[in-house]
């Protein structure tokens, strides 16, 4: 983070900040520029979609960056929806690893151009 090519954020409930139920971060990597994850009782309720939104606008509008690429494996249905609503498309497909093994996986792709016409 110090180097400016990872920034991270908690997500927390407003009524029990002290708790940690998900991350999202961005990165400068190749194909991989943002990550996430929420705990399971939290998931459905369009938190990590506003996490989302929020942290898109910031590597474009205040990063500055041209596009951002995030990978999805293609059996996490939940994940790559969020991608949908926030308008990136499948770019490529390729293997990659994960805790749980080797996985088909999505290259979902947006341009600042695109998430500005959104």
Same mark, same amino acid.
């Given at each position: 983070?110090?180097?400016? /090519?990872?920034?991270?954020? *908690?997500? !927390?409930?407003?009524? /029990? +900040?002290? !708790?940690?139920?998900?991350?999202?971060?961005? $990165?400068?990597?190749?194909?991989?520029?943002?990550?996430?994850? $929420?705990?399971?009782?939290?998931?459905?309720?369009? $938190?990590? #979609?506003? =996490?989302?939104? =929020?942290?898109?606008?910031?590597?474009? &509008?205040?990063?500055?960056?041209?596009?951002?690429? @995030? +990978?999805? =494996?293609?059996?996490? =249905?939940?994940?790559?929806?969020? *991608? &949908?609503?926030?308008?990136?498309?499948?770019? @490529?497909?390729?293997?990659?690893?994960?805790?749980?093994? !080797?996985?088909? #996986?999505?290259?979902?792709?947006?341009?600042?151009?695109?998430?500005?016409? !959104?």
């Amino acid at each position: 983070m110090a180097r400016g /090519d990872e920034w991270h954020w *908690s997500l !927390r409930l407003k009524g /029990d +900040p002290d !708790r940690v139920i998900g991350m999202i971060g961005l $990165l400068r990597e190749e194909n991989n520029n943002r990550g996430f994850w $929420l705990g399971l009782p939290w998931q459905g309720q369009g $938190l990590m #979609t506003e =996490a989302v939104l =929020a942290v898109t606008g910031f590597w474009f &509008d205040v990063l500055g960056f041209a596009v951002l690429r @995030a +990978p999805k =494996a293609i059996a996490n =249905a939940a994940s790559r929806r969020i *991608s &949908d609503k926030t308008g990136m498309r499948v770019i @490529a497909i390729e293997e990659r690893d994960y805790v749980s093994g !080797r996985l088909p #996986t999505e290259i979902r792709e947006i341009t600042a151009e695109e998430w500005r016409r !959104r």
